[in-house]
């Protein structure tokens, strides 16, 4: 089994001030690392989720956990694409804008879940970088 590099609730907040411009955007810190941290829980030394899972678990925490007073959609998808980059998988076929948009809104709606968006996902990123 591969060993999954994990993105940490500082580096979502780096990449939201890059992303959004705003320095001290986060609301509210537990938020933020709830809704990253989650996505690497394990039980009796076993990782909960594999790396799609994961990905999607940060995608819709953070959608869904609200911790920044603006960019929560924006901020979500680009750490999900981020962590992917980290563990080596090819996000040249990232997803556009409009889809982005319409992902987070379906999360924030619940019409799409964790479940659902990992599976999207692992469709869309398949190919490890060399």
């Given at each position: 089994?591969?060993?999954i590099?994990?993105?940490?609730?500082?580096?979502?907040?780096?990449?939201?001030?890059?992303?959004?411009?705003?320095?001290?955007?986060?609301?509210?810190?537990?938020?933020?690392?709830?809704?990253?941290?989650?996505a690497?829980a394990?039980?009796?030394?076993?990782?909960?989720?594999?790396?799609?899972?994961?990905a999607?678990?940060?995608?819709?925490?953070?959608?869904?956990?609200?911790?920044?007073?603006?960019?929560?959609?924006?901020?979500?998808?680009?750490?999900?694409n981020?962590?992917?980059?980290?563990n080596?998988?090819?996000?040249?076929?990232?997803?556009?804008?409009?889809?982005v948009?319409q992902?987070?809104?379906?999360?924030?709606?619940?019409?799409?879940?964790?479940?659902?968006?990992?599976?999207?996902?692992?469709?869309?990123?398949?190919?490890?970088?060399?």
């Amino acid at each position: 089994m591969r060993v999954i590099e994990k993105i940490s609730p500082s580096s979502v907040l780096k990449l939201h001030q890059l992303v959004t411009h705003i320095e001290g955007g986060c609301a509210r810190q537990e938020l933020l690392e709830s809704a990253v941290e989650s996505a690497f829980a394990t039980f009796n030394g076993e990782s909960l989720n594999d790396l799609w899972e994961a990905a999607a678990q940060i995608w819709c925490g953070l959608v869904k956990n609200h911790a920044f007073v603006d960019g929560n959609k924006r901020i979500a998808a680009a750490a999900a694409n981020y962590f992917l980059a980290m563990n080596n998988i090819d996000i040249s076929t990232t997803f556009s804008s409009d889809e982005v948009k319409q992902i987070s809104i379906d999360i924030s709606l619940g019409v799409i879940n964790k479940e659902n968006l990992s599976k999207t996902i692992r469709d869309r990123f398949t190919t490890p970088l060399r």
